[in-house]
C-alpha cells in the first residue's frame, strides 16, 4: 500500500484530502500533519510516497518546508505537490519550482485534478523508487566493481610500485656500481703507486700506467710479459716465489725488495693481494727516500761506531768505503788526507780500479781544488776538461767520466777529501748522491779525526813502550857489552902497575887498548842510532868514483879481518868491469857505514869459507838505484828472526850464553841509514850455510868527480921521523890527563908543546909567541870555550892552522867548528893516525900559504 502525507495547519482541509484519498484512491493510506514541522517529522519517519503541502501555514510556510524536505537526503526523492490558495498564482508556482515542488494544486481543490495529480506522483515516484532502486542496484554494482577494480589497481600499483622500486634500487646499484667502477678505474690509472697483476706463471695480466718507474717501459706494452722478461733473474725469481706463496696461501703477503734502476738502488715497498685463484694484484710504492734517509742515519751511526771497532784510519776508512756502497757506486773510491804543511795528500786507503798511487803533492790535482776551493767538485769528463784548460788543475792518472769530490772539513780546516769516480757511466752519480755524501761527510770528518788522534796516541803511547823495552834492553846490553871491555882495561891497567916484563906490559897495554877501542865503538853506535832517530843526520850527497869507495871499505875490513884473526876467510870485492869507473854522487860516508856495519857482522859470524861484497845497477826501475849485497858463508839467521834483527838491541841469540858479543845495533843503524837514503834493506839465508845481505840506495850518475877518494889510506908511521921538530903546537885542554896524552903523543913525534888550559890562556899565549905553527883546540872549557878561543886567534892571525878537538859528535857541530874558523876537527877518543895525517896536511899547507 501506498502512504500520502497531507500537510496543512487546517483540519478541515485535511479531512477533504483524507476523504478524497480514501474514496478515489483506497489502495492509498493517508498519514496527516497539522504542521510543516510535524509532516517533515513523519516524512522522514514514514517515508510517504507522496507528500500534499498547503503554501499557506503559520510558523513554516508549505514554501520552506518543501525547501527543507528537498534539501533532506532522507525526503528530498518523495514528490511534492503545493496546495495554493490561488489558481493561478504564477509567482507562487515560480517560486514552488524553484525550491524543487514537483506539481502543484489549488483551492478549493478539484478531485479529478487531485486525484489525476496524485495518480501522476505516485507513478513518478514508483517509478523513481525503482529507480532508485535499481540506482542502488547499480550502485552497489559499480561499488563493488569498483572496489574489485581498486583492489585490482591496488595491487597493480604495489606491483608497479614494487617493480618501479627495484627498478630503482638496480638502476641506483647500476649507478653506484658504475661509479664505483670509474672511481676505482680513476683510482688505478692515477695512483702513484706501483700497481699490476701477475698470474701463477709470472705472466702480467694488469699494469696501472703509472708503474712505469719499476718497469722502465711502457706498461702497455709490457703486459703479457713474464717477470724474467721485466726484472733482473735474481729479483725475477724472489717475485715469482712471492706471487705463488701468496696464491697458494689464498693469503696477502707484504715484500720488500730492492732494484737498481738507472745505477740507482731503489728500494720498494710491496702488498701482494690474491685477486682470482690465479692472479694476485701487487702493489708497491717506492721507499728510497724513506730507506735512503734510515740508511743514512744508519750510515752515520756505523760510521761513528767505526772509530772503536776499527784498529787503524786504513781500517776505517775501508769501512766508510762499505758502508757508503750501501747507498752509492764505491767501486772506485778513496779518502785522501791533506797536509796543508807540505801542501801533499796521503791516501791511507784506496779502492780504485785504475789508481794506485798512495802520496802525491796536491799542486795541480783534483782534489787540491776540492781544498783550495773548499767546495764540492762534481764535473763530468766535459767539465773537468774545461776547468784544465782554465788552468785550475791538471789530469794526473786515469781520466774519469764522473768525478766526485767533497771536502772534510775539521774545525774549519779542510783535513781531506772523499773522493768517489766512475770510468764508465757520466750518470753514475746523481745531485742527490751528491747531498748525501756532503750530509755524511761530516761525520767522515769527525770520524778520520778522531781516529787520526787515537793513532797519535797510540803511537806516542807505543813510542814511549817502546822507548822503555829499549831502556831496558839498552841498559841489559850495556851492561853486558860496556862491562866486559871495562873489565879488560880496569883489570890489566892494575896490573901494570906491578912488576912486569916488557912483554908482558906491551901485551896487556894491547889488550886495554883493543878493549877501549871496542867500547868506542859501542858508544859510537849508540851515538849514531840517538842521532839518526832525533832526525839530526843529514845528507850530504858527493860525486864519487863508486869502485874507490868500496876498495877504502875493503882496506878497513882487511885489518879488522887481521885484528879478529879470521885471514882464512876470503874477503872479496867483486864489481864487474862495466862498473869499474862507475861515477856517482851519493853520500858515500853514510854508505860506507852502512857496508862496513854489515861486513863487521859476516866476519863475526862467518869462521869459514868466504866473505863477498859488491853492487849492481837497478836501470828498470824510474830512480836509477844502486843494489849492494854483501854474502858470507857463515851462520845463517833462521828465517822468522829475519825482520827481527833489523830492530835495535835485537839478536837471534840473546840468550844469557850467547856465543858472539855485540850490542844489536850495526843492523838498526844500517837499516835506518838506507832508509834515510831512500832505499830498503833485506836478506836471503839459511841457518848453517850463509847469509845474503841485499840493500837498494837511489843514486843521481855524477857530472864529474871533483876528488877522486883515496883508494888506499896510508896512515905515517907512528915512528916516522920528520923535518917537524921545530914545529910549535900549542894545546888547549882543561882536562889534565887529556893534555898529557897529548903531550905525550906529540913530543913522541918530535913536535914541541905548550899548554893552556882554557880558551883565554891560549888568545893569550898566541898572543905572547908568535911562533905557534898550530892550535889543537878543545871546545868544551870553562872560562873561554873552544869556539870563542878559535875566533880570537883567528882574529890575530888567520893563517895559524887550528885543529879542533871534541867529545860532540853531531854533524851539526861539526859545522860549527869550521865556521867558528877552525881548520880541522877530530872527534875524542883521539886516532892517533888520524891526528898526525891531518897536522901534516895543515903545516904543509900553511908552509905552502907562507911561501
Ligand atoms: P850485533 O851487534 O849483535 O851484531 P847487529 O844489529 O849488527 O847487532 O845484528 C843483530 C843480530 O843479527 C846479530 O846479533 C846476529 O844474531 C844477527 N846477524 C847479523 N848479521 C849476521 C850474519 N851475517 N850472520 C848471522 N847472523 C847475523
Same mark, same amino acid.
Given at each position: 500500500m501506498r502512504t500520502i502525507l497531507a500537510i496543512d495547519d487546517k483540519e478541515n482541509n485535511l479531512i477533504t484530502i483524507t476523504g478524497l484519498i480514501d474514496c478515489y484512491m483506497p489502495d492509498c493510506k493517508v498519514l496527516t500533519a497539522t504542521s510543516a514541522e510535524e509532516g517533515i517529522s513523519i516524512a522522514q519517519i514514514e517515508q510517504p510516497d507522496t507528500i500534499l503541502l498547503d503554501v499557506i501555514m503559520p510558523e513554516m510556510d508549505g514554501f520552506e518546508a518543501c525547501k527543507r524536505l528537498k534539501k533532506d537526503d532522507l525526503t528530498k526523492h518523495i514528490p511534492i505537490v503545493l496546495i495554493t490558495a490561488v489558481k493561478i498564482d504564477v509567482e507562487s508556482r515560480t517560486k514552488g519550482l524553484n525550491i524543487g515542488a514537483d506539481a502543484f494544486l489549488s483551492k478549493p481543490i478539484d478531485t479529478s485534478e487531485f486525484v489525476a495529480q496524485v495518480n501522476v506522483m505516485l507513478r513518478i515516484k514508483e517509478a523513481e523508487d525503482k529507480l532508485r532502486a535499481e540506482n542502488i542496484v547499480l550502485e552497489e554494482l559499480i561499488e563493488k566493481r569498483t572496489a574489485e577494480i581498486s583492489k585490482k589497481n591496488l595491487k597493480l600499483q604495489i606491483e608497479i610500485t614494487e617493480r618501479k622500486i627495484a627498478k630503482q634500487k638496480r638502476a641506483k646499484a647500476e649507478r653506484a656500481l658504475n661509479e664505483s667502477e670509474k672511481n676505482l678505474r680513476t683510482l688505478f690509472n692515477s695512483m702513484t703507486d706501483i700497481v699490476f697483476e701477475v698470474n701463477y706463471d709470472?705472466?702480467?695480466?694488469?699494469?696501472?700506467?703509472?708503474?712505469?718507474?719499476?718497469?722502465?717501459?711502457?706498461?702497455?706494452?709490457?703486459?703479457?710479459?713474464?717477470?724474467?722478461?721485466?726484472?733482473?733473474? =735474481?729479483?725475477?725469481?724472489?717475485?715469482l716465489k712471492f706471487c705463488r706463496k701468496c696464491l697458494d696461501k689464498n693469503k696477502a703477503y707484504n715484500l720488500d725488495y730492492s732494484l737498481l734502476i738507472n745505477n740507482q738502488k731503489t728500494w720498494f715497498e710491496g702488498r701482494g693481494i690474491p685477486k682470482t685463484q690465479n692472479t694476485i694484484l701487487f702493489i708497491a710504492r717506492d721507499i728510497s727516500e724513506r730507506k735512503k734517509a734510515e740508511q743514512i742515519q744508519k750510515i752515520l751511526h756505523n760510521i761513528s761506531n767505526a772509530v772503536i771497532s776499527s784498529i787503524n784510519i786504513e781500517k776505517l776508512i775501508y769501512i766508510i768505503k762499505e758502508e757508503l756502497g750501501t747507498i752509492i757506486d764505491t767501486q772506485n773510491y778513496y779518502i785522501t788526507l791533506y797536509d796543508d804543511e807540505t801542501n801533499s795528500f796521503a791516501l791511507p786507503f784506496l779502492a780504485d780500479e785504475k789508481d794506485? &798511487? /798512495? %802520496?802525491? %803533492?796536491?799542486?795541480?790535482?783534483? =782534489?787540491?781544488?776540492?781544498?783550495n776551493s773548499r767546495k764540492t767538485l762534481f764535473a763530468t769528463e766535459n767539465q773537468q776538461k774545461k776547468l784544465v784548460e782554465q788552468g785550475k788543475f791538471k789530469f794526473i792518472g786515469s781520466r774519469s767520466k764522473v768525478w766526485l769530490g767533497i771536502p772534510l772539513?775539521?774545525?774549519?780546516?779542510?783535513?781531506?777529501?772523499?773522493?768517489?769516480? &766512475?770510468?764508465? &757511466?757520466?750518470?753514475?752519480?746523481?745531485?742527490?748522491?751528491?747531498?748525501?755524501?756532503?750530509?755524511? &761527510?761530516? /761525520?767522515?770528518?769527525? %770520524?778520520?779525526?778522531?781516529?787520526?788522534?787515537? /793513532?797519535?796516541?797510540?803511537? =806516542?803511547?807505543?813510542?814511549a813502550t817502546e822507548s822503555d823495552r829499549l831502556k831496558s834492553s839498552f841498559l841489559s846490553t850495556m851492561s853486558h857489552e860496556l862491562r866486559t871491555p871495562l873489565n879488560?882495561?880496569?883489570?890489566? %891497567?892494575?896490573?901494570?902497575?906491578?912488576?912486569?916484563?916488557? =912483554?908482558?906490559?906491551?901485551?896487556?897495554?894491547?889488550?886495554?887498548?883493543?878493549s877501549g877501542r871496542h867500547l868506542l865503538s859501542i858508544v859510537e853506535d849508540i851515538f849514531d842510532i840517538t842521532i839518526i832517530e832525533t832526525g839530526e843526520v843529514k845528507i850530504l850527497k858527493q860525486d864519487v868514483q863508486l869502485q874507490s869507495v868500496l876498495n877504502d871499505i875493503l882496506q878497513i875490513m882487511k885489518i879488522e879481518q887481521q885484528k879478529m884473526k879470521k885471514s882464512n876467510l876470503d874477503l872479496e870485492l867483486l864489481i864487474s868491469p862495466n862498473e869499474k869507473n862507475l861515477l856517482v854522487k851519493i853520500d858515500s860516508s853514510k854508505l860506507k857505514q852502512i857496508i862496513i856495519n854489515i861486513l863487521k857482522n859476516a866476519l863475526k859470524f862467518t869462521s869459514e869459507g868466504h866473505i863477498q861484497f859488491g853492487f849492481s845497477l837497478m836501470p828498470d826501475v824510474n830512480k836509477p838505484m844502486l843494489k849492494f849485497y854483501i854474502k858470507d858463508t857463515g851462520i845463517g839467521i833462521p828465517l822468522e828472526k829475519h825482520d827481527f834483527i833489523f830492530n835495535v838491541f835485537r839478536q837471534v841469540d840473546d840468550s844469557d850464553t850467547r856465543a858472539f858479543g855485540g850490542a844489536g845495533l850495526g843492523l838498526s843503524i844500517a837499516k835506518k841509514l838506507i832508509e834515510l837514503l831512500g832505499g830498503e834493506i833485506w836478506l836471503e839465508s839459511d841457518v848453517g850455510i850463509g847469509s845474503v845481505f841485499y840493500f837498494t840506495v837511489p843514486y843521481e850518475v855524477a857530472e864529474f868527480v871533483k876528488h877522486t877518494e883515496k883508494s888506499e889510506i896510508n896512515y905515517p908511521p907512528i915512528n916516522k921521523t920528520n923535518k917537524i921538530a921545530e914545529k910549535n903546537i900549542l894545546i888547549v885542554e882543561d882536562d889534565t890527563s887529556s893534555y898529557k896524552f897529548l903531550k905525550l903523543l906529540m913530543e913522541k913525534f918530535g913536535y914541541k908543546t905548550l899548554w893552556a888550559e882554557n880558551g883565554k890562556l891560549a888568545v893569550e899565549i898566541c898572543k905572547k909567541n908568535q911562533d905557534i905553527d898550530l892550535v889543537l883546540m878543545d871546545i868544551n872549557m870553562p872560562i873561554m870555550d873552544g869556539f870563542e878561543a878559535t875566533k880570537e886567534i883567528k882574529k890575530l892571525n888567520p893563517n895559524l892552522p887550528i885543529i879542533a878537538q871534541t867529545a860532540y859528535a853531531m854533524d851539526g857541530d861539526k859545522d860549527k867548528i869550521l865556521k867558528a874558523g877552525c881548520d880541522e876537527y877530530i872527534s875524542k877518543p883521539i886516532r892517533r893516525e888520524l891526528l898526525f895525517e891531518k897536522i901534516e896536511k895543515l903545516l904543509k899547507l900553511n908552509e905552502v900559504a907562507v911561501l
Open positions: 709470472g705472466r702480467l695480466v694488469n699494469i696501472a700506467p703509472t708503474s712505469t718507474k719499476l718497469l722502465f717501459k711502457e706498461p702497455e706494452k709490457l703486459i703479457g710479459n713474464k717477470l724474467h722478461d721485466i726484472f733482473p733473474k =735474481a729479483e725475477a725469481d724472489k717475485f794506485r &798511487s /798512495q %802520496s802525491y %803533492s796536491a799542486t795541480n790535482t783534483m =782534489a787540491g781544488y776540492v781544498v772539513f775539521m774545525n774549519d780546516k779542510v783535513i781531506g777529501v772523499v773522493v768517489v769516480q &766512475s770510468y764508465t &757511466s757520466e750518470k753514475a752519480y746523481t745531485k742527490s748522491d751528491v747531498e748525501i755524501l756532503e750530509f755524511i &761527510s761530516g /761525520q767522515i770528518s769527525i %770520524s778520520i779525526d778522531r781516529k787520526q788522534r787515537e /793513532q797519535d796516541l797510540i803511537f =806516542a803511547l807505543k813510542k879488560s882495561i880496569i883489570g890489566f %891497567s892494575e896490573f901494570i902497575t906491578e912488576e912486569l916484563t916488557v =912483554a908482558e906490559i906491551i901485551e896487556f897495554v894491547k889488550t886495554i887498548n883493543d
